[in-house]
């Protein structure tokens, strides 16, 4: 008993010690962005140039200073058909390619690429708003998250 105390005390102890913290709830990122120019699918260029700034409106200070040039396309697609030739399992794919141009000379490509299999449900309605949690949630938080870390590589 008095083992199991003082081994659950020493790990709670060494835990709290480390220093852990997340990456992406740091606000200081070592760059800030510049001019973002976006084309392919507004609304899903939108969100992830709101989640970017999100999380370096804070680096008025950075020297580093990048332009972006975001492409995103969605494409939806049939996996398998029942017997009735009605679709059953659906695939969501997002692929966003990324240019960084770090100055006048300097210009990166970069493609990020997600992709989600689901099961075809009954209502369209339902569908639908099946689709957007997928596609607003995961993928595209994903995506952002992918992008701060390779911008924070550069």
Known sequence: ????IFFISFIIIFISGCNYTPIYS???????????????????????????????????NSSKIFNLKIETNLKKEIKSKDTKGDPKTLEIKIVTNLIVNKDETN????????????????????????????????????????????????
Do not use: C, P, W
Not at 1 to 4: L, Y
Not at 40 to 59: D, E, F, P, S
Not at 118 to 142: G, H, M, P, R
């Open 107 to 154: 210009s990166l490509r970069k493609s990020f690429s997600y992709s989600s299999t689901y099961n075809a449900l009954d209502s369209e309605f339902e569908l639908n708003k099946y689709e957007k949690t997928i596609i607003e949630k995961t993928l595209i938080s994903k995506i952002s998250q992918k992008i701060i870390v390779y911008l924070q590589t550069l």
């Open 26 to 60: 740091k606000k200081d990122q070592n760059f800030k962005l510049g001019k973002i120019e976006s084309s392919g699918n507004v609304k899903l260029n939108k969100v992830i140039i709101r989640n970017i700034k999100n999380l370096t409106k804070y680096n008025l």
């Open 1 to 4: 008993m008095i083992k199991k």
